[in-house]
Antibody
Framework: QEQLAESGGGVVQPGRSLRLSCAAS????????MHWVRQAPGKGLEWVAV????????YYSDSVRGRFTISRDNSKNTLDLQMNSLGAGDTAVYYC?????????????????????WGQGTKVTVSS | DIQMTQSPSSLSTSVGDRVTITCRSS??????LNWYQQKPGKAPKLLIY???NLQSGVPSRFSGSGSGTDFTLTISSLQPEDFASYYC?????????FGQGTKLEIK
């Protein structure tokens, strides 16, 4: 069974750092791109970052670029999110999620992708 | 960045109703549009990818349509387990932003 399990959440003071981890099982981790998505209390989903299957490309949302770093270790089937300079706006449940390739459009172009496997989430609270 | 706008933000509905949720993108995204369902305290679940393709295991009462900038998610006959929040997300480029969500509530 394909599973993702996040860890590392907790309460952290503003300006401090925290590192989240995600352990993957039940699928070939090194064949998939991976995302972090977060959800602030009572709010909607916010995409945070993505990393290519081989770690060769990384993209970030404007709100975390320069503060957060996504990384992976395909030998250990793990995905990480290093979060620095945390602020109250980073308080959220953080989900690790798998990117699934669904093929190419008939007329060519970028592939169709979606997030098809999600972890249960880990809660991060930034508070003094 | 591409902005995604859903409407309505919430909807009071009844079991058996036909429900349509709309998602609009700030620029042409072709069919690079996905829909997710989220129940309270749970992770989201993929329903529809590439605008109209039903994810494996998702009931056929869910359907998606649209291309360009305007998309819809339709639930043909609402079931008790469908009361949840629904989100669209584009996959045209990064950042692959989500809509703000639509919450279906029991009337």
């Amino acid at each position: 069974q394909e599973q993702l399990a996040e860890s590392g959440g907790g309460v952290v003071q503003p300006g401090r750092s925290l590192r989240l981890s995600c352990a993957a099982s039940g699928f070939i981790f090194g064949s998939y791109g991976m995302h972090w998505v977060r959800q602030a209390p009572g709010k909607g989903l916010e995409w945070v970052a993505v990393i290519w299957y081989d770690g060769s490309k990384k993209y970030y949302s404007d709100s975390v670029r320069g503060r957060f770093t996504i990384s992976r270790d395909n030998s250990k089937n793990t995905l990480d999110l290093q979060m620095n300079s945390l602020g109250a706006g980073d308080t959220a449940v953080y989900y690790c999620a798998r990117d699934q390739y669904f093929g190419l459009p008939p007329m060519g172009g970028r592939s169709w992708n979606a997030v098809d496997v999600w972890g249960q989430g880990t809660k991060v609270t930034v508070s003094s | 960045d591409i902005q995604m706008t859903q409407s309505p933000s919430s909807l009071s509905t009844s079991v058996g109703d036909r429900v349509t949720i709309t998602c609009r993108s700030s620029q042409n995204i072709s069919r690079y549009l996905n829909w997710y369902q989220q129940k309270p305290g749970k992770a989201p679940k993929l329903l529809i990818y590439a605008a109209s393709n039903l994810q494996s295991g998702v009931p056929s009462r869910f359907s998606g349509s649209g291309s360009g900038t305007d998309f819809t998610l339709t639930i043909s006959s609402l079931q008790p387990e469908d009361f949840a929040s629904y989100y669209c997300q584009h996959s045209y480029s990064f950042p692959c932003t989500f809509g703000q969500g639509t919450k279906l509530e029991i009337k």
